[in-house]
């Protein structure tokens, strides 16, 4: 069953190619080679290429070390190279048997160093960028990958209920990060991340996690997720610490509505430029516009961020079964911040979301 699975998506990436005008893409990345054939030998500081021709065909240029796991995960075609070897004639060998004569496309993921081995072999080819072309198949989830995010979901949700009784003063980020991470795990979750952002750490949207102490009236950022087969969870939720200031209620308040707005116009067909104004438009109504500083949403599913991108202006067309985040913000310098993710999925009904529904009014812990 697997073994068609992969078979169908080489033969839709084929079609993408061959619509886009590509020869032929060669792929680095772990998560678009698991995606495309059930491979995955994590990053890799050695020539490593998953090549797709428009025609369908299949070739594996990788380490030594990895042609046994290649093999494993069925991949017929796998040319080993050895440390130290110049891969120009394998990669020339490849662009005249896959009819590789225009346009090569390649990873995101590619290191420079790997594309210019490929710019040096095939001087008269045109490279252009290739995570679009997998991106196109993985963005739109089926019922199988639905059922992996809505049990990713579930642990997350249960995971933070379990510690919100122990969340107190005195603790540290680290500490709440430890005590989700534990509880994803004992769920059967594979933590995947965890950010803890307390007080003026909470402007900050992308804050490492440190020792800072969570404090009275502080407000904290939790987001975190876990894999459950492969996919991802991402959560997003704030509370204060034994009481919450006025200004706090406030701003956890206009977050919210910006949150529901935003979900109330998914449906099959919107634009999802219109689904970031939706949002905005709650934010800078309340005078906080210019402390929204990030788009409203990612794809989510194999990775963390991917297609298709809840962003300001997008044309991007949602369809059934697209999956993404849900997230506005606020992030006041010096003061605190609030963001409220939900991940959800387009249906024929309007959307589905995997996380329950965040709290009607700032929790306080």
Same mark, same amino acid.
């Given at each position: ?26 792929? +680095? ?31 594996? /240029?990788?380490?030594?070390? #990895? ?20 891969? %120009? ?41 290739? #995570? ?12 199988? !990958?639905?059922?992996?995010? %809505? ?8 995971? /933070? ?8 003063? &005195? ?5 709440? &990060? ?15 991340? #965890? ?12 804050? +490492? ?14 987001? =975190? ?19 919450? #200031? ?6 956890? %308040?206009?977050?919210?509505?910006? +949150? ?29 516009? !210019? =402390? ?6 990612? *794809? ?21 079964? %697209?999956? =993404? ?24 009904? *309007?959307?589905?979301?995997?996380? *329950? ?9």
């Amino acid at each position: 069953m697997l073994a068609q699975l992969y078979a169908d998506r080489i033969k839709r990436l084929a079609e993408v190619l061959t619509q886009a005008g590509v020869d032929a893409v060669m792929l +680095h990345s772990p998560v678009d080679m698991e995606f495309m054939t059930g491979f995955n030998e994590g990053a890799a500081e050695r020539f490593m290429a998953l090549t797709i021709s428009n025609r369908g065909q299949v070739v594996l /240029l990788c380490p030594m070390l #990895s042609v046994n796991q290649a093999a494993r995960a069925g991949i017929e075609d796998i040319r080993p190279i050895r440390d130290g070897e110049i891969v %120009d004639a394998k990669l020339q060998a490849l662009a005249t048997e896959f009819g590789i004569h225009n346009k090569l496309a390649v990873d995101d993921f590619m290191p420079a160093s790997l594309v210019l081995q490929i710019q040096r072999a095939l001087p008269a080819m045109t490279l252009v960028p290739g #995570s679009i072309y997998p991106g196109q198949l993985n963005r739109t989830k089926g019922p199988a !990958e639905i059922k992996e995010l %809505d049990e990713a979901g579930r642990i997350a949700d249960e995971s /933070l209920a379990a510690i919100t009784g122990n969340i107190k003063a &005195g603790m540290t980020e680290n500490d709440l &990060g430890e005590m989700l991470q534990a509880e994803m795990q004992k769920r059967g979750g594979i933590p995947a991340f #965890s950010i803890v952002a307390a007080g003026p750490n909470g402007a900050e949207p992308h804050h +490492h996690t440190d020792d800072t102490v969570l404090r009275e009236g502080d407000v904290v950022i939790v987001d =975190f997720g876990c894999k459950v087969n492969g996919y991802h969870s991402d959560t997003t939720r704030a509370f204060a610490v034994g009481s919450a #200031s006025d200004k706090a209620k406030e701003v956890y %308040d206009v977050v919210l509505r910006a +949150h529901h707005a935003a979900r109330a116009v998914l449906k099959p067909g919107v634009m999802s430029g219109d689904v970031d104004a939706a949002a905005r438009k709650v934010i800078e109504d309340a005078g906080y516009g !210019e =402390f929204f500083t990030h788009r409203v949403g990612h *794809g989510l599913g194999l990775k963390v961020h991917e297609e298709p991108y809840i962003v300001a202006n997008s044309q991007i067309e949602l369809k059934v079964g %697209d999956v =993404f985040s849900i997230e506005p913000g606020i992030y006041l310098p010096g003061e605190f911040g609030v963001r409220i993710e939900n991940i959800v999925t387009i249906t024929e009904g *309007g959307h589905h979301s995997f996380n *329950g529904e965040p709290p009607s009014e700032i929790p306080v812990y």
